[in-house]
């Protein structure tokens, strides 16, 4: 059974850090398309950052240059480092995992980070 669960998410004043994880488990996480969404309450659910097996990434224009997603494959964890935080940076984070065509079959439970102005 596929298992992913985020960790790190909080309270953090505008322009603080948070560094969030994802540990996996029950997948072949080494050949797999790993992502970091966010949603808020009452709103679709937006890519944040994406990274392939072989670690090439992409961004979302929102947070390019302030956040960073990697991946290691042998502890099979995928981080968001996440610099220079802003108030409309507030959501759950969510984890994902998927595959090379883009799709996302497996989620986690979400951790929520809060940014006060």
């Known amino acids: 059974q596929v298992q992913l669960v985020e960790s790190g998410g909080g309270l953090v004043h505008a322009g603080g850090s948070l560094r969030l994880s994802c540990a996996a488990s029950?997948?072949?996480?080494?050949?797999?398309?790993m992502a970091w969404y966010r949603q808020a309450p009452g709103k679709q659910r937006e890519l944040v950052a994406d990274?392939?097996?072989?670690?090439?990434?992409h961004s979302a224009d929102s947070v390019k240059g302030r956040f960073t997603i990697s991946r290691d494959n042998v502890e099979k964890t995928v981080y968001l480092q996440m610099s220079s935080l802003k108030p409309e940076d507030t959501d759950i984070y969510y984890c994902?995992?998927?595959?090379?065509?883009?799709?996302?079959?497996?989620w986690g439970q979400g951790t929520q980070v809060t940014v006060s102005s």
């Open positions: 029950g997948t072949i996480f080494r050949i797999q398309l």
């Open positions: 990274i392939t097996p072989v670690g090439r990434t």
């Open positions: 994902a995992a998927g595959w090379s065509d883009g799709s996302y079959e497996y």
